[in-house]
């Protein structure tokens, strides 16, 4: 069985320093050489940050409340997720790049990359792009189930294992602490809007307000409303176009954990035992000390 599981897993190659998987290493060259458009998009994040959270919002501004368009496509192939590629017999193919080339403008287009390695063209066109962060600990245990659900991930192995690979920035997309630090400095050189998963969770309403005013987007209160609901936790694990049910069949297993897994903010208490928690802030005080970027890890 273990021998099964390791052979299905993906594998694992680096560029600049940073792990990926070795699809994405290889076809490194040409998301490099991506061609952004100036009416471009960026929704970037560290992975699990609340990512498909915010495609959707964004849709749902887009679309102007139109939840029928929204559910045009799943969120994989309404947003390309930029540098990600699949070519596995098991699957349907996939690819980042060629979705975007074909799609007609204004798109909207989704990445994981730290800063540094998002593709000049996107700061030469000056595109608008929104960040998102969520606190180390919960993107830790969301990072975590990840990995134990879906093949298109790494074996996590145990949670401690999970943890130290973590804070090492041994897992795909590379360091969080370096992710998130890397993007603050650099929204005050770019078109960037920084949010918080955390604020999210605490004032959506607020938090949507601020993509509107970024978007150069107005829409009226029952449009604004309709958007706050269809972009709840609730209603978007039961959408089929948002929940990932619908892709990755044989590579996502959500009985193991749901993509739509809880969507709150602390549940690292349930997963933290004391002493990793010591060691865990005592880490972060050391990788966060150069920054001014202040998370919170419960509402
Ligand atoms: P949990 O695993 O903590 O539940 P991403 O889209 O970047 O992969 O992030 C996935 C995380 O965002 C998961 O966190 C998921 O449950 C959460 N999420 C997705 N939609 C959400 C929503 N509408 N409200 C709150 N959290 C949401």
């Not at 996590?156 to 920035?169: I, L, N």
């Not at 969080?176 to 955390?198: M, P, T």
């Not at 938090?207 to 609730?234: A, D």
Request: proline share 5%; net charge neutral.
């Amino acid at each position: 069985l273990s021998l099964k599981q390791t052979v299905l897993r993906v594998e694992i190659g680096e560029v600049e320093g940073i792990p990926f998987t070795k699809t994405i290493c290889s076809t490194w060259d040409q998301v490099w050489k991506f061609k952004a458009r100036p009416d471009d998009l960026l929704i970037a994040t560290y992975a699990k940050a609340g990512t498909t959270w915010t495609q959707e919002i964004v849709d749902m501004i887009q679309q102007n409340g139109d939840v029928e368009k929204c559910r045009r496509a799943t969120t994989y192939r309404r947003h390309p997720f930029l540098e990600w590629s699949i070519q596995e017999p098991s699957v349907e193919s996939y690819s980042g790049l060629e979705l975007a080339e074909a799609m007609p403008s204004p798109r909207t287009i989704k990445t994981h990359l730290p800063v540094q390695l998002v593709p000049p063209s996107f700061w030469e066109q000056n595109c608008k792009i929104i960040y998102v962060a969520r606190n180390a600990k919960d993107s830790l245990v969301s990072y975590y189930h990840f990995h134990r659900m879906s093949k298109g991930m790494p074996d996590p192995g145990t949670w401690e294992e999970f943890m130290e690979k973590f804070m090492t920035g041994k897992v795909l997309w590379g360091s969080w602490y370096d992710h998130v630090k890397g993007w603050w400095k650099a929204k005050d050189k770019h078109r960037i809007l920084y949010l918080f998963y955390e604020d999210m969770k605490e004032n959506p309403k607020q938090e949507i307000q601020k993509i509107l005013k970024f978007l150069e987007k107005e829409v009226n209160q029952e449009v604004l409303n309709k958007i706050l609901h269809n972009t709840s936790f609730e209603v978007m694990k039961e959408n089929p176009m948002t929940n990932y049910t619908t892709e990755f069949q044989g590579i996502m297993d959500h009985s193991i954990s749901p993509f739509m897994r809880k969507g709150v903010v602390g549940d690292w208490k349930n997963y933290f035992t004391v002493a990793q928690n010591k060691k865990f802030d005592e880490d972060y005080k050391k990788k966060m000390a150069d920054t001014s970027l202040v998370f919170r890890t419960e509402l």
